[in-house]
Protein backbone atom coordinates (compact mmCIF):
# COMPACT_ATOMS: atom_id res chain seq x y z
CA UNK A 1 0.00 0.00 0.00
CA UNK A 2 3.00 2.55 0.86
CA UNK A 3 4.37 1.68 -2.58
CA UNK A 4 1.62 2.39 -4.26
CA UNK A 5 0.95 5.55 -2.87
CA UNK A 6 4.98 6.43 -3.17
CA UNK A 7 3.98 5.92 -7.13
CA UNK A 8 0.92 7.75 -7.12
CA UNK A 9 3.03 10.70 -5.43
CA UNK A 10 5.74 10.17 -8.22
CA UNK A 11 3.58 10.75 -10.70
CA UNK A 12 1.36 13.53 -9.62
CA UNK A 13 4.73 15.39 -8.71
CA UNK A 14 6.20 14.78 -12.37
CA UNK A 15 2.83 16.20 -13.52
CA UNK A 16 3.13 18.99 -11.53
CA UNK A 17 6.61 19.75 -13.14
CA UNK A 18 6.03 19.02 -16.81
CA UNK A 19 2.88 21.59 -16.59
CA UNK A 20 5.10 24.23 -14.82
CA UNK A 21 8.01 24.31 -17.54
CA UNK A 22 5.39 23.99 -20.70
CA UNK A 23 3.79 27.03 -18.61
CA UNK A 24 6.92 28.82 -18.41
CA UNK A 25 7.51 27.73 -21.85
CA UNK A 26 5.17 29.61 -23.33
CA UNK A 27 5.30 32.69 -20.61
CA UNK A 28 8.85 33.49 -21.96
CA UNK A 29 8.00 33.00 -25.68
CA UNK A 30 5.03 35.03 -25.60
CA UNK A 31 6.94 37.82 -22.65
CA UNK A 32 9.52 38.33 -26.08
CA UNK A 33 6.95 39.00 -28.85
CA UNK A 34 5.93 42.18 -26.47
CA UNK A 35 2.42 43.61 -25.04
CA UNK A 36 -0.58 40.99 -26.26
CA UNK A 37 -3.81 42.62 -28.21
CA UNK A 38 -5.96 40.29 -28.73
CA UNK A 39 -6.29 36.10 -29.65
CA UNK A 40 -9.03 34.67 -31.92
CA UNK A 41 -10.12 30.70 -33.20
CA UNK A 42 -9.36 29.80 -36.51
CA UNK A 43 -11.43 26.54 -37.15
CA UNK A 44 -10.15 24.16 -40.15
CA UNK A 45 -11.86 21.30 -41.37
CA UNK A 46 -9.80 18.58 -41.98
CA UNK A 47 -11.08 15.32 -43.75
CA UNK A 48 -14.21 16.09 -42.43
CA UNK A 49 -12.99 16.82 -38.70
CA UNK A 50 -12.83 20.39 -37.09
CA UNK A 51 -9.36 20.94 -35.69
CA UNK A 52 -9.61 24.73 -33.95
CA UNK A 53 -6.32 26.94 -33.52
CA UNK A 54 -5.50 29.76 -31.76
CA UNK A 55 -3.92 33.33 -33.77
CA UNK A 56 -2.42 35.59 -30.92
CA UNK A 57 -1.50 39.36 -32.22
CA UNK A 58 1.58 41.23 -30.01
CA UNK A 59 2.42 44.97 -30.43
CA UNK A 60 6.05 44.88 -31.04
CA UNK A 61 8.33 48.35 -31.00
CA UNK A 62 7.89 47.98 -34.93
CA UNK A 63 4.64 46.96 -35.76
CA UNK A 64 2.30 43.51 -34.87
CA UNK A 65 3.73 40.04 -34.34
CA UNK A 66 1.43 37.18 -34.73
CA UNK A 67 1.77 33.68 -33.44
CA UNK A 68 -0.30 30.27 -34.53
CA UNK A 69 -0.81 27.91 -31.93
CA UNK A 70 -2.82 25.05 -30.93
CA UNK A 71 -2.47 22.96 -27.54
CA UNK A 72 -0.89 19.17 -28.18
CA UNK A 73 -3.13 16.28 -26.68
CA UNK A 74 -0.86 15.84 -23.61
CA UNK A 75 -1.30 19.62 -22.36
CA UNK A 76 1.94 21.19 -24.45
CA UNK A 77 1.15 24.61 -26.69
CA UNK A 78 2.78 24.10 -29.67
CA UNK A 79 3.63 27.27 -32.06
CA UNK A 80 4.85 28.80 -34.31
CA UNK A 81 5.56 32.34 -35.45
CA UNK A 82 3.92 34.60 -38.52
CA UNK A 83 6.23 36.47 -40.80
CA UNK A 84 5.15 39.12 -42.94
CA UNK A 85 1.66 40.47 -41.93
CA UNK A 86 0.87 43.83 -40.61
CA UNK A 87 -2.41 44.78 -38.97
CA UNK A 88 -4.30 41.54 -39.27
CA UNK A 89 -4.87 37.98 -41.00
CA UNK A 90 -7.13 35.41 -41.56
CA UNK A 91 -7.50 31.79 -43.34
CA UNK A 92 -7.46 31.89 -46.94
CA UNK A 93 -10.47 30.64 -49.01
CA UNK A 94 -8.74 27.56 -49.26
CA UNK A 95 -8.12 26.84 -45.90
CA UNK A 96 -6.02 24.07 -45.54
CA UNK A 97 -3.91 22.45 -48.58
CA UNK A 98 -2.97 18.47 -48.43
CA UNK A 99 0.85 18.34 -48.87
CA UNK A 100 2.76 15.75 -50.57
CA UNK A 101 3.34 14.31 -47.61
CA UNK A 102 -0.27 14.34 -46.60
CA UNK A 103 0.39 16.72 -43.82
CA UNK A 104 -1.56 19.66 -43.46
CA UNK A 105 -0.84 23.03 -44.96
CA UNK A 106 -2.86 26.16 -43.44
CA UNK A 107 -2.74 28.86 -45.74
CA UNK A 108 -3.43 32.34 -43.74
CA UNK A 109 -3.26 35.80 -45.68
CA UNK A 110 -3.61 39.11 -44.85
CA UNK A 111 -2.63 42.36 -46.14
CA UNK A 112 0.48 44.07 -46.94
CA UNK A 113 0.42 47.54 -48.47
CA UNK A 114 -1.73 49.01 -50.66
CA UNK A 115 -3.25 46.73 -52.23
CA UNK A 116 -1.00 43.83 -51.85
CA UNK A 117 -1.60 40.22 -49.58
CA UNK A 118 1.14 38.15 -47.88
CA UNK A 119 0.39 34.45 -47.90
CA UNK A 120 2.22 32.08 -45.42
CA UNK A 121 1.40 28.27 -45.39
CA UNK A 122 1.74 26.45 -42.09
CA UNK A 123 2.56 23.01 -41.79
CA UNK A 124 0.94 20.82 -39.18
CA UNK A 125 1.71 17.26 -38.45
CA UNK A 126 1.93 15.22 -35.46
CA UNK A 127 1.05 18.42 -33.21
CA UNK A 128 4.36 19.99 -34.65
CA UNK A 129 4.43 23.50 -36.74
CA UNK A 130 6.88 24.22 -39.89
CA UNK A 131 6.88 26.28 -42.16
CA UNK A 132 6.51 25.60 -45.39
CA UNK A 133 8.78 26.75 -48.54
CA UNK A 134 8.35 28.95 -51.45
CA UNK A 135 10.89 28.16 -54.01
CA UNK A 136 11.74 29.86 -56.59
CA UNK A 137 15.29 28.54 -59.02
CA UNK A 138 17.84 28.90 -56.22
CA UNK A 139 15.93 31.49 -53.99
CA UNK A 140 13.77 30.14 -51.23
CA UNK A 141 11.30 31.69 -48.91
CA UNK A 142 8.37 31.10 -46.07
CA UNK A 143 5.77 34.10 -47.68
CA UNK A 144 4.77 34.51 -51.08
CA UNK A 145 2.69 37.89 -52.18
CA UNK A 146 0.62 38.70 -54.47
CA UNK A 147 0.11 42.66 -55.55
CA UNK A 148 -3.53 41.74 -58.07
CA UNK A 149 -4.13 40.19 -55.42
CA UNK A 150 -4.96 36.86 -56.75
CA UNK A 151 -3.81 33.53 -55.99
CA UNK A 152 -5.32 29.89 -55.60
CA UNK A 153 -4.65 26.46 -55.68
CA UNK A 154 -5.42 23.88 -58.39
CA UNK A 155 -3.99 20.53 -59.13
CA UNK A 156 -2.15 21.01 -62.07
CA UNK A 157 -0.25 18.40 -62.89
CA UNK A 158 -2.81 15.35 -61.55
CA UNK A 159 -0.82 14.01 -58.90
CA UNK A 160 -4.05 14.65 -56.34
CA UNK A 161 -2.02 17.27 -54.74
CA UNK A 162 -3.11 20.91 -55.04
CA UNK A 163 -0.58 23.31 -56.68
CA UNK A 164 -0.09 26.97 -56.35
CA UNK A 165 -0.46 29.85 -58.43
CA UNK A 166 0.19 33.53 -57.96
CA UNK A 167 -0.59 36.29 -59.81
CA UNK A 168 1.61 39.93 -60.17
CA UNK A 169 1.03 43.16 -61.87
CA UNK A 170 3.00 43.34 -65.03
CA UNK A 171 4.43 46.65 -64.82
CA UNK A 172 6.18 46.06 -68.47
CA UNK A 173 2.85 46.51 -70.27
CA UNK A 174 -0.72 47.45 -68.59
CA UNK A 175 -0.21 46.56 -64.61
CA UNK A 176 -3.84 47.05 -63.97
CA UNK A 177 -5.32 44.45 -66.91
CA UNK A 178 -2.04 42.44 -67.13
CA UNK A 179 -0.18 40.25 -65.00
CA UNK A 180 2.34 37.79 -64.45
CA UNK A 181 1.26 34.23 -63.67
CA UNK A 182 3.43 32.27 -61.31
CA UNK A 183 3.24 28.14 -61.22
CA UNK A 184 4.56 26.18 -57.76
CA UNK A 185 4.13 22.24 -57.80
CA UNK A 186 3.15 21.03 -54.38
CA UNK A 187 6.34 18.78 -53.71
CA UNK A 188 8.27 17.21 -50.51
CA UNK A 189 10.42 20.15 -50.67
CA UNK A 190 7.93 22.90 -50.45
CA UNK A 191 6.38 25.00 -53.35
CA UNK A 192 8.72 24.60 -56.29
CA UNK A 193 8.41 27.10 -59.55
CA UNK A 194 7.16 25.57 -62.28
CA UNK A 195 7.04 28.42 -64.71
CA UNK A 196 5.26 31.69 -65.49
CA UNK A 197 3.17 33.60 -68.22
CA UNK A 198 1.56 36.47 -69.31
CA UNK A 199 -1.85 36.67 -68.73
CA UNK A 200 -4.64 39.75 -69.26
CA UNK A 201 -7.58 40.33 -67.52
CA UNK A 202 -11.04 40.91 -69.03
CA UNK A 203 -11.90 44.52 -69.52
Known amino acids: MVKRSTYIMSCLALLIIMAAFFRNSISADSN ?88 QLIKYSNDKFSNVEIKNNNESDVNFYSDVPNFYFEDRNKDGLLDLVVDARNYDADPITEAIRSYYLNSSSGFVFDGKENIAYNK
Open 32 to 119: SLGRPVNSKILTVTIDGKKTSFTLSKYKSTDGFDFVLSKKSFIGKEESIKLSGFEEDLSLCQESFIRLSDNATGICLAGDAGVHSQNI
